[in-house]
């Protein structure tokens, strides 16, 4: 099973980016640290961003949906001061 998490927008400390194409490029570098992160926990089975980066859409192995979800919201909540909460199950597969 495939379920799509919300994320609110990802944050940068202050007065770290000075343009916005230095912001973007920051944004982006932080997306795709998250992604790693979140890719590398043992009970994920695949994970990547959908809708323009306002989603996650995540798999787990055995449906560790829990504990996954646990460490999934504590690295958005400590890397980029985000919040993610459920949004919907994704049956495309």
Same mark, same amino acid.
Not at 9 to 20: D, I, R, V, W, Y
Not at 50 to 76: G, P
């Given at each position: 099973?495939? +379920?799509?998490?919300?994320? !609110?927008?990802? +944050?940068?400390?202050?007065?770290?980016?000075? !343009?916005?194409?230095? +912001?973007?490029?920051?944004?982006?570098?932080?997306?795709?640290?998250?992604?790693?992160?979140?890719?590398?926990?043992?009970?994920?089975?695949?994970?990547? *961003?959908?809708?323009?980066? !306002?989603?996650?859409?995540?798999? !787990?192995?055995?449906?560790?949906?829990?504990?996954?979800?646990?460490?999934?919201?504590?690295?958005?909540?400590?890397?980029?001061?985000?919040?993610?909460?459920?949004?919907?199950?994704? *049956?495309?597969?």
């Amino acid at each position: 099973m495939v +379920k799509v998490y919300h994320l !609110t927008e990802f +944050k940068l400390q202050n007065g770290s980016a000075k !343009t916005p194409e230095e +912001k973007e490029q920051m944004l982006q570098q932080l997306r795709a640290h998250i992604l790693e992160e979140i890719q590398a926990l043992d009970d994920v089975k695949s994970a990547s *961003y959908v809708e323009d980066n !306002t989603a996650l859409r995540i798999e !787990t192995k055995d449906d560790a949906f829990s504990s996954v979800m646990d460490r999934v919201y504590n690295i958005c909540a400590h890397e980029a001061d985000s919040e993610v909460s459920f949004e919907r199950f994704d *049956y495309d597969d």
